[in-house]
């Protein structure tokens, strides 16, 4: 069965600080894709990782894609409140049929 | 703007009184998905539509079902809601499926809250 983890799930960092989120996955993939969720929102795409060593920056945001490993960073730096809410990786797989699995997610607060 | 539009933004509807979600999108893409989001979970892909071609993912229950008339439009037909549906529901498009870059990429619209009573 394919899974995508993401660790750690709850992150509560003050701001000015770096940290690393992971997404790992179980499936043979080279395209992963980074969402934001704000409470009660939908999904904000925040990029696009096409293939090995794919590494795209907006901002405080910068995300990496290792497909030997199976496995994707977003790493923050210097993080603001502005940044507080739930990231989820999400993997484009072929297996039986085309379609995204996504993490479980990471629910991030900047406090101030 | 290009743009996926989903109605209503808010929906409460009474156990067991069927209740349709609308998705419509100016993006012209072939594809077109929905997905189920629980609280504090990651979403849930209920079915997609390629084209005119309906795929249903294996655990969907058979309460939920969809609609494809056209391009444009895709409804979600809940037809006797539980208290277990209340969540919100997602609809997104794509281009295409397949790994050709820009092909697959989701556009994901606002969403529906469904509320069970």
């Known amino acids: 069965e394919l899974k995508v983890e993401q660790n750690p799930l709850f992150l509560s960092m003050q701001e000015g600080k770096n940290y690393t989120i992971y997404c790992n996955y179980s499936t043979t993939s080279d395209r992963l894709y980074w969402y934001r969720q704000d409470p009660g929102k939908s999904l904000e795409s925040l990029f696009v990782l096409l293939s090995n060593g794919a590494v795209k920056q907006e901002g405080r945001l910068m995300a990496s894609l290792d497909t030997k490993a199976r496995l994707s960073t977003l790493h923050i730096t210097a993080a603001v409140h502005d940044l507080s809410a739930t990231y989820f990786c999400a993997v484009l797989t072929t297996s039986g049929t085309y379609k995204y699995i996504f993490g479980t997610g990471t629910r991030l607060k900047v406090l101030a | 703007d290009a743009m996926v539009i989903q109605n209503p933004r808010y929906q409460v509807t009474q156990f067991g009184k069927p209740v349709t979600l609308s998705c419509s999108q100016t993006l012209n893409h072939n594809v077109m998905y929905w997905y189920q989001q629980k609280s504090s979970q990651a979403p849930k892909l209920l079915f997609h539509?390629?084209?005119?071609?309906?795929?249903n993912e294996a655990d969907t229950p058979d309460n939920f079902q969809s609609r494809r008339p056209n391009t444009s439009f895709c409804f979600l037909d809940i037809r006797s809601p539980g208290l277990g549906d209340a969540a919100m529901y997602l609809c997104?498009?794509?281009?295409?499926?397949?790994?050709?870059?820009?092909?697959?990429?989701?556009?994901f619209g606002p969403g529906t809250r469904l509320t069970v009573t």
């Open positions: 997104a498009t794509s281009r295409d499926l397949g790994f050709m870059t820009g092909q697959s990429e989701q556009y």
């Open positions: 539509y390629y084209d005119k071609d309906f795929n």
